[in-house]
T-cell receptor, first 111, second 115 residues
Framework: QKEVEQDPGPLSVPEGAIVSLNCTYS??????FMWYRQYSRKGPELLMY??SSGNKEDGRFTAQVDKSSKYISLFIRDSQPSDSATYLC???????????WGLGTSLAVNP | DAGVIQSPRHEVTEMGQEVTLRCKPI?????LFWYRQTMMRGLELLIY????????DSGMPEDRFSAKMPNASFSTLKIQPSEPRDSAVYFC?????????????FGQGTRLTVV
């Protein structure tokens, strides 16, 4: 079993839909949780960063961490075609430790 | 700033040939990371430099892979000899703080195909 599991999709939604992207993990020591967005033929870029449990909101994006269930989510409200990309979750147990990555979920938002 | 610059963007080579990938990190950043991305394994950290010194190379798959950072503005990843299973997208990333910093900025990657 991988340390971080992420459904690769693809996920296809109409413009304006609410999108939910998820990752599960097995290492209870993970404390730092990130979501990266990767457009086709580009490098990943950091989208959201959360420490420990709870929610974090940034514009149309909300990141949730449920440590009791070892489950993290990224919600995208009012999705736009420009949100079409691969979304990767990444996490680590401490600030000075390397990131463990999910495989990424491919999202297509259709106009 | 132009961001992290990688070259070449695409490389096609024959099995057994030497391949050199190049990276120019963002000016002022003191940490540099080399990653490999494949469909099956996702993003894998190969090696991490801090202040031009290799700190963790545990992700380097085998002795055919080597990386250098002769100065703060340049790094190379070399594969010799290359094999078809090395085909992947190789990313360089840099960050401005030490350790396995969260906010690393990625280059656009080098797509390597070994035939």
């Amino acid at each position: 079993q991988k340390e971080v599991e992420q459904d690769p999709g693809p996920l296809s939604v109409p413009e304006g839909a609410i999108v939910s992207l998820n990752c599960t993990y097995s290492n209870s020591a993970f404390q730092y949780f990130m979501w990266y967005r990767q457009y086709s033929r580009k490098g990943p870029e950091l989208l959201m960063y959360t420490y420990s449990s709870g929610n974090k909101e940034d514009g149309r994006f909300t990141a949730q961490v449920d440590k009791s269930s070892k489950y993290i989510s990224l919600f995208i409200r009012d999705s736009q075609p420009s949100d079409s990309a691969t979304y990767l979750c990444a996490m680590k147990p401490g600030n000075n430790r390397k990131l463990i990555w999910g495989l990424g979920t491919s999202l297509a938002v259709n106009p | 700033d132009a961001g992290v610059i990688q070259s070449p963007r695409h490389e096609v080579t024959e099995m057994g040939q030497e391949v050199t990938l190049r990276c120019k990190p963002i000016s002022g950043h003191n940490s540099l990371f080399w990653y490999r991305q494949t469909m099956m394994r996702g993003l894998e950290l190969l090696i991490y430099f801090n202040n031009n010194v290799p700190i963790d190379d545990s992700g380097m798959p085998e002795d055919r892979f080597s990386a250098k950072m002769p100065n703060a503005s340049f790094s190379t990843l070399k594969i010799q000899p290359s094999e078809p299973r090395d085909s992947a997208v190789y990313f360089c990333a840099s960050s401005s703080t030490g350790g396995y910093n969260t906010e690393a900025f990625f280059g656009q990657g080098t797509r390597l195909t070994v035939v």
